[in-house]
């Protein structure tokens, strides 16, 4: 679904959710925007037992002079709405979007589907915001965002506020928005600064008495009072810096679940990935390697859990997280190669880029994948490889050339960039300027024969590789541990859905 295929009604209502948030505002207004610049009739609105108190909302809603109304509903009344209601950051029927009811009804939101989707909907849960999901939509229709600085203004904010102040951005597009909004820095200074209250301040205080330690696993778990979800992060910082806390989980419950923030400070726990672990089929989760964050339906989770208390939850969980894998350092490791097969790599075409032919040799870049920024400087014969799930491989020229032959002519890389979630960008950081990597790549294959010993895995590993100590490569059941026959030091995991397709057995 599109948003031009929304213009068909008139009027049309937009409803954030109960006790909106800064997203919710946001996103709303982004689609208020769009609709008004097509001449419809239409309304931002939000209902429920609470009119918007916080300081920071308050002051966002009055400077950016955001024409948002509260309709007030008795308990168990429902008002009808003509024309298109559209729910956004949030879903029709969930118990945190109360008051109205229309014939019509969309449904636009990043989290997790609860029921039957309307007919309808756009759902995408990997975003951090629903104001990253919004942009998407207003680029796509060619709605020019940065023609108005509140629009963009309101945006950054939410984005800013929903993923704990950028460190729980868990997709490029969110970091895309980021970089692309043209906002004003100083209210979002203002609003920054007027984000914690008194009454926060206990809330935080109270929390970091409440603790629970795991002596095992180094890990410590909070359950707050109800708060903004920027307070769960910074009680997390806090809890990091005990000298015996190395991984913690702080959460709260909201009106349709639970806001949770995760910290690590040590290089065997991806607090993105970890996040992604304790939301997992309930929500979603993500951010940084060090900082993440998500959110669990609570629905989901008392279909799940239903005689669970949270606390128990995330205690269970994070003792599970760290039980269910095992740590491979690739160097210095030796595999047993009894219970591997051996396998010959498949001679599929991918795509390449040489990166000096490209952007100037001494160019600082930043290469945004849909698994993390890499940073780096074009040098002479550097080239990068694009894998099939749009992952991206540096290699000096000298590998490339021994590892793969470039097809030369016709090929089929349009196909092939069908097929990826994400096409990788490369930005200049001396000038901003943003190129799909795409645009200037070509084919290869690899070349001669690639051989390795294969195994499935029974359980999760963590492969730290020998060029790369820092972090690591995650295979859960059912992937591929591999180990190159040439350079037992090269040990990798390969997804199970793409095993097949990459290699072949011998």
């Known amino acids: 679904m599109r948003l031009s295929e929304l213009e068909a009604y008139d009027p049309i209502t937009i409803q954030c ?15 208020y925007c769009y609709f008004q610049s097509r001449g419809r009739q239409v309304r931002l609105v939000y209902s429920g037992s609470n009119r918007i108190q916080k300081s920071n909302l308050r002051l966002m809603v009055e400077k950016l002079k955001l024409p948002i109304e509260y309709i007030a509903v008795d308990r168990g009344q429902r008002i009808r709405i003509a024309g298109l209601l559209v729910t956004v950051d949030c879903q029709y029927g ?9 014939e019509n009804v969309a449904v636009i939101d990043h989290h997790p589907l609860e029921g039957s989707p309307l007919p309808m909907c756009i759902i995408s849960s990997s975003m951090g915001s ?3 999901l919004v942009w998407k939509l207003l680029q796509e229709e060619g709605y020019d965002v940065n023609s108005d600085e509140n629009l963009g203004t309101a945006l950054y904010y939410g984005l800013y506020t929903d993923t704990n102040q950028f460190s729980e951005l868990c997709n490029p597009l969110d970091l895309d928005m980021r970089e692309a909004l043209r906002a004003d820095m100083g209210l979002i200074t203002l609003f920054r600064n007027s984000n914690l209250s008194l009454k926060e301040l206990e809330i935080a205080g109270i929390a970091l008495i409440r603790y629970s330690y795991n002596d095992d696993y180094e890990f410590a778990v909070i359950k707050a009072q109800p708060c903004d979800p920027n307070i769960l992060g910074l009680i997390s910082d806090f809890l990091l810096q ?3 806390v190395k991984t913690c989980v702080v959460f709260n419950e909201t009106n349709d679940g639970y806001k949770f923030s995760v910290r690590s400070c040590i290089r065997e726990v991806n607090a993105s990935e970890l996040a992604g672990f304790l939301a997992q089929d309930m929500g979603s989760g993500g951010g940084h390697y060090e900082k993440a964050g998500g959110f669990i339906s609570l629905k989901l989770y008392e279909e799940k859990y239903p005689t669970m208390h949270t606390e128990g939850y995330f205690n269970n969980r994070m003792v599970q997280y760290f039980d269910s894998y095992e740590l491979i350092y690739a160097e210095g490791y030796k595999a047993d190669f009894s219970d591997m097969d051996s396998y010959a790599k498949r001679r599929m075409p991918i795509g390449f880029v040489k990166l000096d032919e490209v952007l100037s040799e001494g160019t600082p ?3 945004r994948t849909l698994k993390g920024d890499i940073n780096m400087t074009v040098e002479r014969n550097l080239y990068c490889v694009i894998g099939a799930r749009g992952d991206v491989q540096p290699l000096e020229g000298r590998k490339f050339q021994k590892k793969y032959q470039i097809l030369q002519g016709e090929n089929n890389l349009g196909e092939y960039l069908e097929k990826l979630e994400y096409v990788p960008v490369i930005k200049d950081r001396d000038t901003g300027r943003d190129t799909r990597l795409t645009d200037y790549a070509g084919m290869c294959v690899p070349g001669g024969e690639t051989l390795i010993y294969a195994r499935p895995l029974e359980r999760g590993v963590k492969v730290f590789a020998a060029n790369d100590r820092s972090r690591y490569m995650l295979g859960e059941p059912g992937d ?16 199970k859905e793409l095993f097949g397709e990459l290699y072949t057995a011998l």
């Open 480 to 495: 591929y541990l591999a180990v190159s026959r040439e350079e037992p030091s090269e040990v990798y995991v390969v997804e």
């Open 17 to 31: 959710h109960d006790n909106p948030d800064a997203d919710t505002i946001a996103s709303g207004y982004g689609l």
């Open 242 to 244: 005990v000298d015996a």
């Open 130 to 132: 629903c104001s990253t």
């Open 365 to 367: 870049i930043t290469i």
């Open 94 to 102: 969930s118990g945190n979007v109360t008051g109205l009811a229309g």
